[in-house]
Nanobody, 119 residues
Framework: QVQLVESGGGLVQAGGSLKLSCAASRSIFSINTLGWYRQAPGKQRELVADITSGGSTNYADSEKGRFTISRDGAKNTVYLQMNSLKPEDTAVYYC?????????????WGQGTQVTVSS
């Protein structure tokens, strides 16, 4: 199991930047994939970006070039740097850990952090 705590959300004007943090309760290198998801009101939760234990990254098409996922193994923390924010980026952002053991995958979620982008 793993506990995840997100932080860094807030209110920002369009065009601004925010950096989200997700602190894990265990080594992030023991987690197969760590990712950022978001859920806007009335919409389904969607992938923003993720990073594997090996360091491979994956981004949703709409975030490529604006958002960057990174990690700090010493702090067991994954970050999401968000630049050129748009009002449509407004959502609750969640951190998710996927751990696969014996061929069985389990997902763990943080409590989420609100990001609001004003126009």
């Amino acid at each position: 199991q793993v506990q995840l705590v997100e932080s860094g959300g807030g209110l920002v004007q369009a065009g601004g930047s925010l950096k989200l943090s997700c602190a894990a309760s265990r080594s992030i290198f023991s987690i197969n994939t760590l990712g950022w998801y978001r859920q806007a009101p009335g919409k389904q939760r969607e992938l923003v970006a993720d990073i594997t234990s090996g360091g491979s990254t994956n981004y949703a098409d709409s975030e490529k070039g604006r958002f960057t996922i990174s990690r700090d193994g010493a702090k067991n923390t994954v970050y999401l740097q968000m630049n050129s924010l748009k009002p449509e980026d407004t959502a609750v952002y969640y951190c998710r850990a996927r751990i696969i053991r014996g061929g069985i995958g389990s997902n763990y979620w943080g409590q989420g952090t609100q990001v609001t982008v004003s126009s």
